[in-house]
């Protein structure tokens, strides 16, 4: 990819809309945009102000009339010279100005270039161009406004000060070291205590970073959340309850569900898998017991298990067993369904009371679903929360370093062997922002983006 090209792409989605942007950028990209709208050069376009032209064709008749904005280099996304051209939103009208941009000397832009671009000319960090993405591919409101947060910086702003304490005792250390064989020298060596006091709390500031990745994981991927229980509680009726969709099949007759049913939501700005499960009982036909195979797995498949009673009967054996497994695949919350009914269930231990369908409880086992799966801190998180896997691992090996590092200080160790540990805290941290990351890395990121940003 030859990032000197003037590259051109489809800004907006394909197909019939309002309005579409073609978007130039490069240093021939006035040169272009003049070439397309019959002008001499970018002398009558003023920088950041949109300019009404026409879109003209090879014999100079009018096309479409646009709007054309000129962000002069240094000061655009890209920090090259960018034009932005909004036509109306017709196929042919974007396929013929894309194509007379080709023509004109741009290039296709490959996924992600002009945001490459964007880093290439130091506009961006890394972390900054992947929140971009994020907040593209957002889902929830929620993940556009922590994308958005990153998008902004804050994972770079956090991480500043931690290196700046790192390199100041980088600089300590080497300092001690070059005058340590020096008698005379004025220069301190740090003592152990020292030491240990400044890397301990850029220890625990990166340890919280990678650590709000189980939550994060989850705001960015999802979390899959399995309603389990024995034929016939109303784990269907509960999961079209909380869908507000009839989507899956409900009769009386145990043993309707033969297969996981997954459908996608939104719960307190976090996307949902909710998936709906073959109720689980011994003894039944081949299609049954697959199905009731897929419910297991789906349970330890799943980041929250939901275990449906039914209060209108007694609790069984095969309710307590599911209820001791469902503690031992980890989190789970327990739904008393059939809540309208005259109660003959004991309460085994603290349940969520609701009737799939008088809808009774239903709000209340959503916010509890949503507190099951916020961090332990509380809401605190949002500005620290660390949502990429490759941001979490780079976290956690600069803050292993400095374990590392707190170690030696306490065995004694020589301050070279401690000087290793601050210099591959440091790698990691440039590695994060992307000051130090290989080719491959890079590109696997930017591949991943979508044509026009
Ligand atoms: N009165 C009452 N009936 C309910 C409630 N929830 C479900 N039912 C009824 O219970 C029966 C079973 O409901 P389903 O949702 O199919 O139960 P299930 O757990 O999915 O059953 P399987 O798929 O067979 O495992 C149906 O006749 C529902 O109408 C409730 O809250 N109150
Ligand atoms: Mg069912």
């Not at 309850?241 to 009769?251: N, P």
């Not at 007759?253 to 307190?268: F, K, L, Q």
Request: net charge negative; proline share 4%.
């Amino acid at each position: 990819m030859n990032l000197r090209d003037t590259i051109v792409a489809l800004a907006t989605p394909a197909g019939r809309s309002g309005l579409g942007v073609v978007r130039l950028s490069g240093q021939q990209a006035t040169v272009v945009a003049a070439q397309l709208t019959g002008a001499r050069d970018a002398g009558q376009w003023t920088p950041r102000r949109a300019t009404l032209a026409q879109l003209r064709d090879a014999d100079g008749d009018a096309v479409d009339q646009v709007l054309l904005t000129w962000f002069r280099a240094p000061h655009s996304y890209t920090g090259e010279d960018v034009v932005e051209i909004a036509c109306h939103g017709s196929p042919v009208v974007l396929r013929f100005c894309m194509e007379a941009a080709l023509g004109a000397g741009a290039r296709l832009a490959g996924p992600g270039e002009f945001t490459l671009r964007a880093f290439a000319n130091g506009r961006i960090d890394l972390p900054r161009a992947e929140a971009v993405r994020d907040l593209i591919e957002s889902t929830t409101l929620y993940q556009a406004k922590i994308a958005s947060q990153q998008a902004d910086g804050s994972l770079a702003r956090q991480t500043r000060p931690i290196k700046e304490q790192v390199l100041a005792l980088i600089a300590q250390l080497e300092a001690g070291i070059d005058f340590a064989e020096d008698a005379t020298s004025e220069i301190d060596i740090p003592a152990s205590s020292l030491i240990l006091g400044s890397l301990s709390s850029p220890e625990t500031a990166l340890r919280r970073m990678a650590e709000s990745y189980s939550y994060g994981r989850m705001v960015q991927e999802g979390v899959r959340l399995a309603i389990v229980g024995r034929p016939n509680v109303g784990k269907s009726s509960l999961f079209n309850a909380l869908l507000q969709q009839d989507r899956a099949i409900v009769t009386e007759i145990p043993g309707t569900t033969r297969d996981v049913v997954s459908e996608r939501m939104a719960i307190g700005g976090l996307p949902v898998q909710l998936m709906d499960t073959a109720g689980i009982r011994e003894g039944t036909d081949v299609v049954e017991s697959l199905g009731i195979q897929r419910t297991y797995a789906a349970m330890a498949d799943a980041d929250l298990t939901l275990v449906v009673l039914d209060l209108s009967q007694p609790v069984t054996e095969e309710d307590l067993r599911l209820l001791g497994q469902a503690h031992a695949a980890g989190p789970h919350l327990v739904a008393g369904n059939k809540c309208d009914l005259p109660r003959r269930a004991a309460t085994p231990c603290a349940l969520c009371e609701v009737s799939a369908t008088t809808l009774a409880g239903v709000e209340t086992l959503r916010e509890a679903i949503r507190e099951a799966l916020l961090p332990a801190e509380g809401a605190a998180v949002d500005q620290a929360l660390v949502t990429n896997a490759r941001h979490a691992n780079l976290l956690r090996q600069a803050a292993d370093a400095l374990a590392k590092g707190m170690q030696a200080a306490r065995d004694g160790l020589p301050h070279e062997l401690l000087l290793i540990d601050c210099y591959s805290c440091l790698q990691a941290l440039d590695e994060l922002t992307g000051a130090t990351t290989a080719d491959d890395i890079l590109n696997r990121i930017f591949n991943s983006f979508c044509i026009g940003k």
